[in-house]
């Protein structure tokens, strides 16, 4: 038996999030951003959808696109623990992975039929980066959750959130449609775990503006917002 298989990338999905900064570390954590699953021309069947607009929340399976690597390694260092901790990859979400495969869960707003692309996904609460490949789409059901399971080195690591000072004059340049998306991504604090530089000018790409910040004590404060 073959060792190696071929996958097929099914769909792409369309999002906010131009490179990896900022991205939020988990699905679901910011639900106001939105993406738009398209699919490949071979795909466009409207049966292989059909059912799906009655599930309140799917799987997405999708490509670290941003991360493809010819090696692994069996132990990273995850983020959350300051980037200075290694822990095998099978405990782990890295990226970094012998098969750079992501798993999200978002929630499902609705199947729409457009007349070029066909049926098209739109869902809320995606962590990933415009374009990425989707390799498959399951339906959420009530059994794929466990209120009682453990979370490993995840439990107990501090989940605040960050005060946003966004000035007005510079929140009023951003789109309304983006706005409560942008500012739940900024409180998450995009930062990797093992950046804590206060004095450094953070940016962010986000729905075709650089957005420009800094983080002191808890809060972050909006410097600049320019186009990309």
């Not at 409207?46 to 059912?51: M, Q």
């Not at 942008?182 to 206060?198: C, F, M, N, T």
Request: charge should be negative; hydrophobic fraction near 40%; include cysteine.
């Amino acid at each position: 038996m073959s060792d190696t298989h071929s996958i097929h990338v099914i769909a792409h999905i369309h999002t906010q999030f131009p490179t990896k900064f900022g991205i939020p570390r988990q699905s679901g954590l910011v639900e106001e951003l939105r993406g738009t699953v398209v699919f490949e021309p071979e795909y466009r069947n409207p049966d292989a959808l059909r059912g799906l607009e009655a599930f309140s929340h799917i799987w997405l399976i999708w490509q670290f696109s941003g991360a493809v690597r010819e090696n692994w390694s069996p132990t990273v260092r995850p983020p959350r623990l300051g980037g200075n901790r290694r822990m095998g990859v099978f405990a782990t979400r890295s990226p970094f992975r012998p098969n750079p495969i992501g798993l999200s869960s978002v929630r499902l707003l609705g199947v729409e039929h457009h007349p070029e692309l066909g049926p098209v996904l739109q869902v809320a609460g995606a962590d990933l980066m415009d374009g990425t490949p989707i390799y498959d789409i399951k339906p959420y059901i009530a059994t794929d959750l466990h209120p009682d399971a453990a979370g490993g080195f995840t439990s107990g690591l501090d989940e605040r959130r960050l005060e946003v000072e966004f000035p007005p004059a510079l929140l009023e340049q951003i789109p309304e449609v983006h706005r409560s998306a942008l500012l739940g991504v900024l409180s998450r604090d995009p930062r990797p775990s093992y950046q804590k530089d206060s004095d450094r000018l953070y940016g962010l790409a986000f729905a075709g503006w650089d957005i420009q910040f800094t983080i002191w004590e808890g809060v972050l404060t909006v410097r600049h917002v320019r186009p990309c």
